[in-house]
């Protein structure tokens, strides 16, 4: 029985790769369990895969409260490995895996929040000695190291994963939701996934689009997320009089439908951990252009399975993506080998055997678990 562990409600990419994996488990027949502080769109994710799931509002620590109630759900489940994601839960994580005696691994998604106090970084000193504490990309880890003051031995890189089938391109959803924007095959449209919040980088995109629609009479930019900034980028984009011609949708349900409709999958970031919404696009074989952050280039390689830029600038991001819609052979030699890429090396049937590996203590459901991966 694995306890999943997280503070935050989605959806982003913590919370997708938390439902991903729970579903691979699931399908290698491993029972589970979610810990929530708060309903939101990731309870309701959970409920609707039909997973036990627990709300456990959160104190301050070390919130013993917290360890008590969860202590006695673990013990009456038969908990034998906890897996926390993001700061407040890895901590707690570690608190609560000490009392029970059973393995914690604590993923870390994202390379600022560790830093911002003194009181985070000693924590998460201590979380390294008790948990097998994991950064989802070499970037993560060399910020764990330099500012949190981590030791590198106690760090372990294990990417994100992507269910590769379910984001594959689709034809068929391409036509109807390109269709349902009122978008034609002549319309060259671009797009992003992600939170609207300042460190996504949207509005340096949609600057560009200035740029862009002064050549290309038929470019268009869908940008679907969920975030305090919706407005702010819809009053951007009527500002540079291209409100016809941007959609800032919300959160879209059917990722994969709207990757297909795409013609070139643009990732604008300031920062990112490892972002899930690259695996996304490039196992749907989209041509990406995206910002040189984080673990963008543990990912992909400039000019070879995508085109990579600094962040922050309006007018590189206006340079690549110009370059890429004049010209198509050079969009579908890009997006081929993105999908070549994730297929071989980012699958999330390969990161949850790794997982598994550091959760399962018992021999037995371990070598359960791995056989069934490869069935």
């Not at 003194?118 to 998460?124: E, F, K, N, T, V």
């Not at 990757?259 to 990406?288: H, K, M, T, W, Y």
């Not at 040189?292 to 007018?315: K, Q, Y």
Request: charged share 25%; proline share 4%; aromatic share 4%.
């Amino acid at each position: 029985m694995i306890l999943h562990l997280i503070e935050t409600g989605g959806p982003g990419g913590a919370e997708q790769m938390l439902l991903r994996l729970a579903e691979e488990y699931r399908r290698r027949g491993i029972e589970q369990i979610v810990c929530l502080r708060k309903e939101g769109w990731l309870a309701g994710e959970v409920r609707r895969r039909n997973l036990p799931l627990v709300i456990s509002p959160l104190g301050r620590l070390p919130d013993l409260a917290w360890l008590r109630r969860m202590r006695g759900i673990a013990l009456e489940k038969g908990v034998s490995g906890i897996h926390a994601h993001e700061f407040a839960m890895n901590v707690r994580g570690g608190l609560l895996a000490s009392r029970l005696r059973v393995p914690c691994v604590a993923t870390v998604h994202g390379r600022g929040y560790f830093d911002e106090k003194l009181s985070r970084r000693l924590a998460y000193r201590l979380t390294s000695r008790t948990t097998r504490l994991v950064a989802v990309s070499e970037d993560i880890l060399r910020q764990l190291v330099s500012a949190a003051g981590v030791s590198r031995k106690r760090v372990r890189v294990l990417a994100n994963g992507v269910d590769v089938e379910r984001f594959a391109f689709d034809p068929e959803k391409r036509r109807r939701v390109r269709a349902g924007f009122g978008f034609s095959d002549q319309d060259v449209l671009l797009g992003s996934v992600g939170s609207y919040y300042p460190v996504k980088g949207h509005r340096h995109l949609v600057a560009a689009m200035k740029t862009l629609v002064e050549t290309f009479s038929r470019v268009r930019l869908v940008l679907a997320g969920q975030g305090p900034l919706a407005e702010d980028l819809r009053k951007q984009a009527a500002a540079l009089g291209l409100a016809s011609r941007v959609q800032v949708t919300g959160y879209v349900e059917d990722t994969g439908g709207l990757l297909s409709a795409l013609d070139l999958f643009v990732l604008p970031s300031l920062s990112e951990g490892q972002p899930l919404a690259l695996l996304e696009a490039g196992a749907n074989g989209r041509c990406i252009v995206a910002s040189r952050v984080g673990g963008v280039p543990e990912i992909l390689t400039d000019r070879e399975n995508a085109l990579l830029v600094e962040p922050g600038s309006a007018d590189l991001l206006a340079q690549a993506l110009a370059h890429l819609i004049a010209n198509r052979s050079e969009r579908e030699r890009l997006g081929a080998n993105a999908e070549r890429t994730i297929r071989c090396h980012w699958s999330i049937r390969s990161v949850a055997d790794r997982y598994l590996e550091l959760l399962l203590p018992d021999p037995d459901l371990k070598k359960s678990g791995l056989e069934q991966a490869r069935d």
